[in-house]
């Protein structure tokens, strides 16, 4: 089965500063990786993805994200946060394997608070 | 930009009473999905339906629900007789494949409150 562990469940980061939300992961093959974002009253929306290759995947808005192998951690940055970017950080898998469920597994999510 | 919609934004209903959450996906999209999220718990899988049938389900989705799509654009869970831990924001998406690494577009949610 898969899993996805966000183990904060609130980011508080002053404007300006590099700000990180945590995402830890679980599967029986290896991974596809997303992020998303929501914003009051929206749906979630698509940030970036990991499928293969360079381990530093870069994403809407200035996000980034690094995904480590022997960690199973697949967590969200960005270098200097903006007020405008507090909401709601969502990380989900997907195994890539055959065996596995192409169903994405979501974390609960992670409310980012910037504050100016 | 396409997007995937959902109506109503909000619905309450009481307990035992039928619901119908409707979604529109984006037009070239051939997998929906819903998704609901209880209040401060984690974003839960609930069906995938491709192709005119359900195609994965969880144990959350139960004989209680069920899934259609009656026309060429709409996508709707119905829950027939609904129960007080119902109440969740209930999330549709779509995607182009099944396979592969094709993220999925969520609506924006419909917040179900089952009084």
């Not at chain 1, 970017?85 to 974390?107: H, K």
């Amino acid at each position: 089965a898969q899993s996805v562990a966000q183990p904060e469940d609130q980011v508080n980061v002053a404007e300006g500063n590099p700000l990180t939300v945590k995402c830890t992961y679980s599967v029986s093959g290896n991974p596809y990786l997303f992020w998303y974002v929501q914003y009051p009253n929206r749906g979630l929306q698509f940030l970036l993805k990991y499928i293969t290759g360079d381990n530093l995947v870069k994403g809407s808005y200035g996000f980034e994200a690094e995904f480590n192998k022997s960690q199973t951690s697949f967590h969200l940055k960005k270098p200097s946060a903006l007020v405008s970017d507090s909401a709601l950080y969502f990380c989900a898998v997907r195994d890539m394997s055959s065996g596995g469920s192409y169903i994405p597994t979501f974390g609960r999510g992670t409310s980012l608070i910037v504050h100016p | 930009e396409p997007e995937v919609t959902q109506t109503p934004s909000h619905q309450v209903t009481q307990m035992g009473q039928e619901v119908i959450l409707r979604c529109v996906p984006i037009s070239n999209h051939l997998y929906f999905y819903w998704y609901r999220q209880i209040l401060g718990q984690k974003v839960e899988f609930l069906v995938s339906f491709y192709n005119n049938e359900i195609s994965e389900k969880s144990e959350i989705f139960d004989d209680q629900f069920s899934v259609e799509r009656p026309d060429g654009s709409n996508f709707t869970l119905k829950i027939r007789s609904t129960k007080l831990e119902d109440s969740a924001m209930y999330f549709c998406a779509s995607s182009e494949a099944l396979q592969g690494p094709t993220e999925a577009f969520f609506g924006q949610g419909t917040r179900l409150t089952v009084v």
